[in-house]
């Protein structure tokens, strides 16, 4: 497996700013992905984060609202920008290894107000 | 859309008996995984399968996959009040693209 940190852990922030999450892993990994769950639902995929080139997003998600970065193999960061309350959420990274398995971040916790 | 369904959406029981969660997907699939979540954190990644295997073990983790009935199932024995979470399915739909899909996942409570 892989230990996968995620900063911040939760974070309450203002209608309309913007907050950028932050995914360390302590290997080397191809695949990244960002992942949302919304309250009270399953997971949702929102786009690989591909190194040293643009993230594949998935439908109904947009760039300019969920930037990703991607600047080595161990490192990613989602933005979560102009929020509104329906942003709230949980948003966890993942990452492929050995195989097929996926294997998750801790979550970072946003509440928008 | 998802393409997962799991069954039941909740599952109370007693300490020490078994515990079954079902699942369903639509299309074909390379993988499916199963995973926990304690109150609304991290997934824990609790077994793979692949589309050629039947059934597989883990500890008190025994999970069988159907490939012509398009369906899982996660069979925990002897639970433990640890068990409770929610229990979440997940499957590569398309090959090669490495994306989960996930099932809606089942409320897990472990009574003591």
Known sequence: ?113 | SQQGEEDPQALSIQEGENATMNCSYKTSINNLQWYRQNSGRGLVHLILIRSNEREKHSGRLRVTLDTSKKSSSLLITASRAADTASYFCATDAVQGAQKLVFGQGTRLTINP
Do not use: H
Request: glycine share 6%; aromatic share 8%.
């Open chain 1, 1 to 113: 497996s892989a230990v996968i940190s995620q900063k911040p852990s939760r974070d309450i922030c203002q209608r309309g700013t913007s907050l950028t999450i932050q995914c360390q892993v302590d290997s080397q990994v191809t695949m990244m992905f960002w992942y949302r769950q919304q309250p009270g639902q399953s997971l949702t995929l929102i786009a690989t984060a591909n190194q040293g080139s643009e993230a594949t997003y998935e439908s109904g998600f947009v760039i300019d609202k969920f930037p990703i970065s991607r600047p080595n193999l161990t490192f990613s960061t989602l933005t979560v920008s102009n929020m509104s309350p329906e942003d709230s959420s949980i948003y966890l990274c993942s990452v492929e290894i050995q195989g097929d398995e996926q294997y998750f971040g801790p979550g970072t916790r946003l509440t928008v107000t």
